[in-house]
């Protein structure tokens, strides 16, 4: 369905952890869309033939930093898991050391980056698209969650509980009143401000 609603949009960035899953959302998106595939080596030599193209989703394989697009360059992301361990010693430490608080702010930093690949300052938007359990547990458990900047901590939240019941009609339709910035949506981001007046950013222990 994420990759079917890349289809009424000019450009998407999906971020994937691997290199194999890249290749996998490559063959979605040829397989479900019209739109043209740019790889990171794409996008590295040169990135304005993407974002000239009103029909193009760049899929980036653990590129978490460094990609910039703001304004009209992309208004969509799809993160398919976040890399929560980068390397075979974080992956030891964290699922049998027991001790993932070490990594917790590399994980946030992480997680910060990803999800402003396509907001690069305080007026720009972007709808974002998160799959994957590993990702939803690191955006919405407590422990987890209360780590963000309160705007982010609001952002998620009104997000997640939209989703819970939502038909593939309301997601359309609540896409839709974003990218348009209508009415609709200045009703819900009002409904986002509330909720983040009511949020405190915790620090780690």
Request: proline letters at 2%; one cysteine or more.
């Amino acid at each position: 369905f994420a990759i079917k609603l890349s289809d009424t949009i000019p450009r998407t960035l999906i971020l994937v952890p691997s290199l194999e899953e890249a290749k996998d959302q490559g063959e979605l998106v040829n397989r479900l869309t019209q739109n043209t595939v740019y790889t990171a080596q794409d996008i590295e030599q040169s990135i304005t033939d993407f974002t000239k193209n009103e029909h193009a989703v760049a899929i980036l394989a653990n590129r978490f930093d460094g990609i910039d697009l703001a304004g009209d360059d992309c208004r969509f992301l799809i993160i398919k898991n976040f890399p929560l361990n980068t390397n075979l010693q974080e992956k030891f430490i964290t699922s049998r050391l027991s001790s993932s608080i070490l990594f917790k702010d590399r994980i946030r930093t992480r997680v910060v980056q990803a999800v402003g690949r396509c907001t690069r300052s305080s007026t720009d938007y972007s709808a974002i698209c998160i799959l994957g359990s590993d990702a939803l547990n690191v955006l919405i458990a407590e422990e987890n969650n209360s780590l963000y900047h309160p705007e982010l901590q609001a952002e998620i939240n009104f997000g997640y509980d939209e989703s819970k019941e939502a038909s593939e009609q309301d997601f359309i339709d609540n896409f839709n009143a974003f990218i348009n910035q209508d009415e609709d949506w200045e009703q819900a981001n009002m409904e986002i401000i509330k909720r983040r007046n009511a949020c405190q950013r915790k620090e780690l222990p």
